[in-house]
């Protein structure tokens, strides 16, 4: 007998406003590869500004979406989450994109690599990473999962002339298909024991399933946050990352450190805490998080500590900063939850402030982020050091900047969950991020001596100088006004789509 093929059927109003963000940014990719065609190369810079602007009315509708999503649900048949926990999370991928955006133009010129599918390529990967924080489906993680990283792959060997971005490239993407092999078998083993990919309904299966917990589906669920893991750059599932941060273009670098884990991180939330949280597997998975989370930690601050490249060791600082964010995913509470977004807000403005400062100081045909190149910056370019300074001492966790009330909220969720032997890893290993955080920060205020090379950093431009001001002043007022964020993100919080809700 012939099975029964639904009819299709034309997406609802609904549904369409429910993806709004989304399907402005898809436009603005498409658009770009159509207007890359007829522009020339002197007017390349026309493109990032199309790029901004596709940008900033995709975050028009996701603030639009924030107050006509009081009460959160689901479109496209219970496939895309249309809360606003994904709209938080959308609103920290659209700034972290328009401060790339910004930055690129100036660095992409001075290193002879300014093509138009540069912004194209930026935009894909953004949509892919929308998608991602409000899919309430694993089929729409994994498409989204894929979106977003083939667009970064190209991204990482953009550098086509320099055999350090195409072993990037390459490095990055023999991760990514580990990752995506983990993850996919992860999903068909869950699919196989409850029947559903929506997560809404796997909840409810594995509700109803009671006490009993089949091997196979333990298995599934360790597959697909191994999975997940290798995108935020957790140990020890981190290979490579601080090799593929070094050799791609440092503007790629600074989108893809940021966006990428704050986009997994959603995931991991609305899958392991809400999803899987309430649950009777929560005791089994809780201990794989547990571990990872302290690797993380100890193994990304303890290998930063023998760096000599700022951008590796911001690669394994990300390790280390991933650790601290597992925290809020390991102790199954508001509170934990509401901490890991500040986190992620913190961390987004703070790292980006951090690489910014890298790009925009790019000589031609090569990024300077070696230490001795870093050497005596603030004689040359004091508000550019201080800027420095400031990122590092962020995320170092020093007050009252917004790393330090990040980390306290995350290592409070865990006290106040009983978790208070992970609370006192996260202190010490952040004890040991101070010695390579302050190392910097030195550096750049040491006179070189008269046989070190004086570096030609690049001139800073209006919109370099105008991304260090935001930074700077998002660093320092989520680390004053720390009710702001932390109000929006208890908002976030409950309004995150119940796991029960279709």
Request: aromatic share 12%; net charge neutral; no cysteine.
């Amino acid at each position: 007998m012939l099975a029964v093929i639904p009819p299709l059927v034309t997406p609802s109003g609904v549904d369409i406003l429910g993806i709004l963000p989304e399907v402005i940014l898809a436009g603005g990719f498409v658009a770009l590869l159509m207007l890359d065609l007829v522009t020339s190369q002197a007017h390349r810079g026309r493109l990032a500004a199309f790029a901004l602007v596709a940008v900033a009315a995709s975050f028009g509708s996701t603030v639009w979406g924030w107050f006509d999503a009081g009460t959160p649900h689901t479109v496209y048949s219970g496939s895309f989450a249309y809360d606003r926990f994904g709209l938080f999370i959308n609103a920290i991928i659209l700034i972290s994109t328009a401060l790339v955006l910004m930055i690129s133009p100036q660095y992409l010129n001075r290193r002879g690599l300014h093509y138009g599918e540069y912004y194209s390529l930026i935009l894909a990967a953004a949509t892919g990473m929308m998608i991602l924080a409000g899919a309430s489906s694993l089929m729409v993680i994994f498409l989204a999962i894929e979106l977003l990283s083939i667009a970064l792959y190209i991204l990482s060997g953009f550098s086509r002339t320099e055999p350090r971005s195409h072993e990037a490239a390459m490095k990055y993407l023999l991760l990514g298909g580990f990752a995506s092999g983990f993850l996919l078998f992860g999903m068909a083993l869950i699919y196989g024991e409850t029947g559903h990919t929506q997560l809404a309904q796997i909840a409810a299966a594995l509700q109803n399933a009671g006490n009993s917990v089949d091997p196979l589906l333990m298995a599934g669920i360790a597959l697909l946050f191994v999975g997940l893991a290798f995108k935020i750059s957790a140990a020890p599932f981190h290979t490579w990352t601080p090799d593929v941060y070094q050799g791609a273009p440092t503007s790629v670098t600074t989108f893809m450190s940021v966006t990428t884990k704050v986009a997994a991180f959603a995931t991991l939330i609305r899958v392991f805490t809400y999803t899987l949280g309430e649950t009777t597997v929560y005791d089994r998975w809780k201990i794989i998080v547990y571990f990872v989370a302290i690797a993380s930690m100890v193994v990304g601050n303890v290998a930063a500590l023998r760096q000599n490249s700022v951008k590796r060791l911001l690669g394994y600082s990300g390790i280390a900063q991933a650790g601290y964010i597992l925290i809020g995913v390991v102790v199954l509470s508001p509170l934990g939850t509401i901490a890991s977004l500040y986190y992620l807000a913190a961390y987004a403005v703070t790292n980006i402030g951090a690489f910014a400062v890298i790009t925009i100081m790019a000589g031609r045909g090569e990024d300077m982020d070696s230490y001795d190149s870093l050497r005596g910056l603030a004689f040359r370019r004091p508000y550019v050091a201080a800027a420095m300074s400031l990122f590092l001492l962020s995320l170092g966790g020093f007050p009252p900047t917004a790393g330090f009330f990040a980390k306290f909220f995350v290592f409070a969720a865990a006290i106040h969950a009983n978790q208070v032997p992970l609370a006192l890893w996260g202190i010490a290993t952040s004890a040991v991020s101070v010695f390579y955080y302050l190392r910097v920060a030195l550096l750049m205020y040491t006179r070189p001596t008269a046989d070190q090379p004086v570096y030609n950093w690049s001139r800073t431009s209006f919109a370099g100088g105008a991304v260090l001001v935001f930074t700077g002043a998002g660093t320092l007022v989520l680390g004053i006004f720390v009710t702001l964020v932390w109000t929006i993100a208890m908002a976030a919080q409950h309004g995150i789509l119940p796991a029960g809700v279709i």
